[in-house]
């Protein structure tokens, strides 16, 4: 059996709060977790994003730095009640200890998967004997947490201090980040490329099969097959010449990772300078000035939005057949690749400028990108 719950293993990010400790309730603080279960025991991880102090000791150890620990024997898992948490797909975790955790992931299947593998963890421990030691006395997986907490704490540092880094086990192809949802220069990294695989697929499919297809990227593909194919993307080696994918799901699974990016396509830095560009009264003027603008983003973007647009252009050229003019594709992606940090009120404004944007670079491509 204990063979059985140490093959129980599962890592990743979720967010995370504590919101009782002892039965006393705690302050909220959500937060993003490296979550690592291994051996029964869940371990949420610091972001050192988040906490500037850990920054000096993440360079020292190149270490994941554990918050909480939780021994799942005798814990309780399910999906907490609406008044806990205005939050979708939300976990009430609650330890024999009397810890209370939320968890919590916007991807209704991967915050399933932590559910069922959780439960199934509690409920191989509750099948477990207790642990005997030498003197005969009984004790369960943590009663020594409660009898010594700081040589809990200092074993489980050594334990962790001689485990394989994140980013070294990343590196191995162990373990990935999602294609959905994460930053594009993230992802090129993980990937060793300047364009997304994920990216670059859709487009030769669509090119293969489908510029001539009626209000391509304009017209909705079935948003329930768009999610399927989104986990496929994200947990499997994705070929979208298998399950005859629909050209509308593709389009529209292509404009949803561009859209759910943590930054977009055109960063936030550059935002404002785009705009700028655009009113920029002299034609010529605001082409070199463009170019310049482009040619100054980092590579993984620069790279990305010179194959999106060389694509787009090839939609716009079989126009005649699809019925997608420059003035249609820079509507349907201008919104999705360019917009500032802040929403502000001047909301309409900076939809004029988006769609401006797009359309003059689709314009200017060749000059922009190979001049």
């Known amino acids: 059996m204990l063979h059985n719950v140490s093959n129980l293993e599962k890592a990743g990010i979720l967010n995370k709060t504590k919101i009782s400790e002892n039965g ?8 993003h977790s490296w979550t690592v279960l291994h051996g ?33 024997r005798g814990a309780t898992i399910g999906w907490a009640a609406k008044e806990k948490s205005s939050k979708k797909n939300v976990l009430e975790l609650k330890s024999r200890a ?6 919590q992931y916007d991807t209704d299947t991967i915050i399933n998967d932590w559910h069922k593998v959780i439960i199934d963890t509690i409920r191989l421990l509750v099948s477990l004997p207790l642990l005997s030691d030498t003197s005969g006395r009984h004790f369960s997986s943590n009663s020594t947490t409660e009898a010594d907490p700081k040589k809990v704490r200092s074993k489980l540092r050594k334990f962790l201090l001689k485990r394989p880094t994140l980013q070294s086990v990343k590196d191995k192809g162990y373990i990935r980040e999602n294609v959905f949802g994460c930053h594009l220069q993230t992802l090129c990294a993980q990937e060793k490329r300047t364009v997304p695989t994920f990216v670059e697929k859709c487009i030769w499919t669509v090119e293969r099969r489908g510029l001539g297809v009626d209000g391509i990227y304009r017209v909705s593909g079935n948003l329930a097959i768009i999610q399927k194919l989104r986990f496929k993307a994200d947990h499997e080696d994705l070929n979208l010449e298998e399950g ?30 785009f705009v700028q560009g655009i009113k920029i009264p002299d034609y010529n003027s605001r082409v070199s000035y463009m170019s310049d603008l482009v040619k100054s983003l980092p590579v993984p973007n620069h ?25 249609n594709v820079a509507i349907v992606f201008g919104p999705t690749l360019l917009k500032p940090e802040v929403e502000s009120a001047n909301l309409t ?11 003059f670079i689709l314009n200017e491509f060749e000059t922009i990108f190979h001049m």
Do not use: C
């Open 24 to 31: 006393k309730k705690v302050r909220k603080n959500w937060g």
């Open 40 to 72: 029964g025991i869940l371990t949420f991880h610091k972001d050192p994003k988040s906490t500037s102090d850990l920054l000096s000791q993440q360079s020292r150890t190149n270490q994941i730095v554990p918050e909480y620990t939780v021994d799942l």
């Open 98 to 103: 009397g810890a209370e955790f939320l968890i």
């Open 244 to 273: 005859h994918w629909d050209i509308h799901v593709i389009t529209g699974a292509l404009k949803l990772f561009f859209r759910e990016l943590q930054e977009p396509l055109f960063p936030y830095s550059h935002f404002n300078s």
């Open 303 to 327: 790279d990305t939005m010179e194959a999106l647009f060389s694509h787009l252009r090839k939609v716009i050229e079989h126009g005649e057949e699809n019925r997608m003019t420059v003035q």
């Open 349 to 359: 404004m900076y939809m004029v400028f988006q769609n401006q944007i797009i359309e």
